[in-house]
């Protein structure tokens, strides 16, 4: 009876031994295929991440390439103006330059209700003939947009060029700390203020969509069209096909840059005089022609009922154009 008790008590250790061992070996299994998961869970949400993340800057991209190609946001129009609209291409461009999303269709829909506005006041309030006042209304209609446009891209080069030289700096001590020159731009666009930043990130995603290391940087360079930026991309080629510090030869055109930018701050200020004046004999017309109107408008516009009136004041404005041309001439500088 005690040799079967203790051959009971043998077999059950074994059996019990044998339990614990299959118990931790499915312990472990189940450990081991808990980690898989979780790290299989760890490793999809950082792809979901990362697409997330490629997905957002696609849309950037893409919602960027639209706004350089928009034309027409008003339904019915692409069709009459890529008809009727001389130039349309050259317009488009020059709306893109500005930095805002102008459509041509906007802009000629704003020319022409200027135009409509600016005849209808000559003609209903001053008295003037439909003739000179239709007249008018075009002069008015067509240049006053294209000052404004051509002032907003003044504007934005101005600003485009006065921080361009701190973006080639952060590309030199990206260069130096070892990145890549395509490394390099990215950072530009994601660390530096619109219009530079958002002009690298068009080369960068430029590059993101296929385009080569030359297309996407002459793209930008025609998008601009100022002579610092052709300076820097002109600078890459020749590197590129010819070798050495890239370095250096950006840290060299950024102090070019800066000295260009001073001595254009030098001449503006020497001919600042003459400038004022040219400002103050150009207005001397229109503020007597305001005053005489204030004072007397019946015998102001006996100049426009009649017609020898109005040959002597396109004659008069025609002369004051070329003279306004002429001291602007001696006073601009190429640097």
């Not at 998961?37 to 991440?49: H, L, M, S, T, Y």
């Not at 601009?224 to 370095?247: C, H, P, Y």
């Not at 060299?252 to 400038?275: G, H, T, Y």
Request: charged share 20%; aromatic share 8%.
């Amino acid at each position: 009876m005690e040799a079967l008790l203790a051959m009971g008590d043998g077999n059950f250790a074994v059996a019990a031994a044998a339990g614990g061992a299959g118990l931790t070996v499915i312990l472990i299994m189940a450990a081991a295929f808990g980690s898989n998961r979780g790290a299989e869970r760890r490793v999809k949400r950082r792809i979901d991440n990362v697409r997330e993340r490629q997905l957002g800057t696609a849309v950037e991209a893409a919602a960027s390439m639209k706004l350089s190609e928009a034309g027409s946001s008003i339904p019915g129009l692409d069709q009459a103006l890529n008809r009727w609209l001389p130039r349309r291409e050259i317009l488009r461009e020059r709306l893109v330059r500005t930095g805002r999303s102008f459509t041509v269709a906007q802009y000629v829909l704003v020319t022409f209700l200027l135009i409509a506005v600016e005849a209808a006041i000559s003609h209903y309030v001053i008295g003037m003939s439909p003739v000179v006042s239709l007249l008018l209304g075009v002069v008015s209609g067509v240049g006053l947009p294209h000052f404004v446009v051509g002032r907003m891209i003044d504007r934005r080069l101005k600003a485009f060029t006065t921080l361009f030289p701190e973006a080639i700096d952060l590309m030199v001590r990206g260069l130096k700390s070892g990145l890549p020159i395509t490394e390099s731009i990215a950072v530009v666009g994601h660390e530096l203020v619109d219009p530079v930043g958002i002009e690298f990130r068009r080369i960068d995603h430029g590059l993101k969509f296929g385009q080569s290391f030359d297309e996407a940087l002459w793209a930008a360079a025609k998008r601009l069209d100022t002579a610092e930026f052709k300076f820097f991309v002109i600078s890459l080629s020749v590197q590129r096909e010819t070798g050495g510090n890239l370095a250096e030869t950006l840290e060299n055109l950024s102090d070019i840059l800066r000295r260009r930018r001073q001595m254009r701050l030098k001449v503006k200020a020497m001919s600042s005089e003459a400038k004022a004046s040219a400002y103050i004999i150009g207005s001397l017309p229109f503020v007597m022609f305001a005053i005489l109107m204030v004072v007397n408008a019946k015998y102001v516009l006996q100049l426009f009922h009649d017609p020898r009136g109005i040959m002597m004041v396109g004659v008069g404005l025609v002369m004051l154009c070329i003279g306004v041309f002429v001291m602007a001439k001696m006073v601009k500088f190429e640097i």
